[in-house]
């Protein structure tokens, strides 16, 4: 791998360490906020991270206390017109795709505003970690447009159209607690503390059979797009698969040994 890029001018920051690609959209002084440079280098991150063999497990946050990611840059998107703002939706939405996508598991480190775009984003991550400071939300609305990069879909998928209408229409943005009741985060933490406790679950799965884990991420992701009949059917494939991978032999050779796995 080459030089890496870092400083304040650099507007998404990759490091790895100890097996975990950790990605930090570093504009803080826009709220993190999405512009193509952004996007396109989010997007060259996930391809580092998934040809890079050493990187079982991503974190997604945000530079500094105040944001995640306060949403696409509205100084950037104000000048497109109706072309402009379906190539911008196709790339946002391709870039999301390959988080969801992903072979490898993602986690976002909620530390502060995610919004719109920010919202889209946490949300195409496989797990939601959110700081008790984080506000939750798809503003849209108010500034005359729709979510463009998921999050009329990815939404209702996750805490159900009640819900997605209720803030899709309003603009209304959540709070952690409300996140967690309405299943939009899966972990609350204090303040501050948002990407040491996804640090500490991206560990946790690396320690766990890689195979195995992008076996069930795949099922649980491509599982919810069809009906349950499918879903079974892709599971049983999965499921199946893992036993003819050599993690399978280990990890139940190594239990009936009374010893940890290797992986
Ligand atoms: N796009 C571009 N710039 C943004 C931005 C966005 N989505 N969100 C914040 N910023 C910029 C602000 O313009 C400001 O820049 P400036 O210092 O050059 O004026 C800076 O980030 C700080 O934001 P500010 O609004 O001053 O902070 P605040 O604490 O008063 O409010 C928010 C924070 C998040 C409530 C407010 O910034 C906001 O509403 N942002 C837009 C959220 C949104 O609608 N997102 C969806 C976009 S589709």
Redesign the pocket.
């Known amino acids: 791998m080459g030089e890496r890029e870092t400083g304040p001018s650099v507007p998404v920051l990759i490091d790895i360490e100890d097996k975990v690609a950790v990605i930090t959209i570093n504009r803080p002084?826009?709220?993190n906020?999405l512009n193509m440079e952004v996007l396109e280098r989010l997007h060259s991150a996930l391809q580092e991270s998934r040809l890079n063999a050493s990187v079982r497990a991503l974190v997604i946050t945000g530079m500094g206390s105040?944001?995640f990611v306060?949403?696409?840059?509205?100084?950037e998107?104000a000048g497109l017109d109706a072309a402009g703002a379906s190539s911008f939706s196709a790339f946002g939405q391709s870039v999301f795709l390959a988080i969801e996508r992903h072979p490898k598991p993602v986690i976002a480190a909620i530390n502060g505003?995610a919004?719109?775009?920010?919202c889209e984003l946490a949300m195409s991550c496989d797990i939601r970690v959110a700081a008790e400071n984080a506000?939750i939300g798809q503003?849209?609305v108010?500034?005359g447009?729709i979510p463009g990069f998921g999050g009329t879909q990815r939404l209702a998928r996750l805490a159900g159209k009640a819900v997605a209408m209720d803030m899709v229409l309003s603009g209304r943005a959540v709070g952690a607690e409300e996140a967690l009741r309405l299943g939009l985060v899966s972990r609350v933490v204090p303040e501050g503390k948002a990407l040491s406790e996804a640090l500490a679950l991206a560990h946790e799965i690396c320690r766990k059979s890689p195979h195995a884990v992008t076996q069930a991420k795949k099922a649980v992701a491509e599982g919810l797009l069809g009906t349950l009949d499918d879903g079974l059917r892709l599971e049983r494939e999965l499921f199946s698969a893992c036993f003819s991978h050599p993690d399978q032999e280990e990890g139940m050779k190594a239990f009936l040994e009374k010893r940890k796995a290797e992986f």
């Not at 919004?115 to 920010?118: A, I, M, T, V, Y």
């Open positions: 002084n826009q709220l906020a105040r944001a306060a949403g696409a840059d509205i100084a998107m505003y919004l719109g775009g920010g506000r503003p849209e108010g500034l447009i």
